[in-house]
């Protein structure tokens, strides 16, 4: 059984700056993607920003240059790092495992509230 269990998540003003972290727990050996979706009030939930076990990783063009996903493959964690934070930016971002074109875990979702 795979476990994630997130933290990091709450309330900045715009401009402002947030953690995310997410360890996962169990037989994830052969799933080599981690990652960040997101979802707001009344919206689709939407992919934030994925990374394979090698580094390489993707963004959502509403994130680009202002978000940073890293992983510590020996800890089995995966962050994101928010800087200058929008008010647009607010929803429940969820972690998950999975491969590149899948999520097989989600973890249970954190609240990043953004304003003023």
């Known amino acids: 059984q795979v476990q994630l269990v997130e933290s990091g998540g709450g309330w900045v003003q715009p401009g402002g700056s947030l953690r995310l972290s997410c360890a996962a727990s169990?037989?994830?050996?052969?799933?080599?993607?981690m990652g960040w979706y997101r979802q707001a009030p009344g919206k689709q939930r939407e992919l934030v920003a994925r990374?394979?076990?090698?580094?390489?990783?993707n963004y959502a063009d509403a994130v680009k240059g202002r978000f940073t996903i890293s992983r510590d493959n020996a800890k089995n964690t995966v962050y994101l790092e928010m800087n200058s934070l929008k008010a647009e930016d607010t929803a429940v971002y969820y972690c998950y495992v999975g491969r590149w074109a899948g999520v097989d875990y989600w973890g249970q979702g954190t609240q990043v509230t953004v304003s003023s």
């Open positions: 169990g037989s994830i050996f052969s799933l080599n993607a």
């Open positions: 990374i394979i076990s090698g580094g390489y990783a």
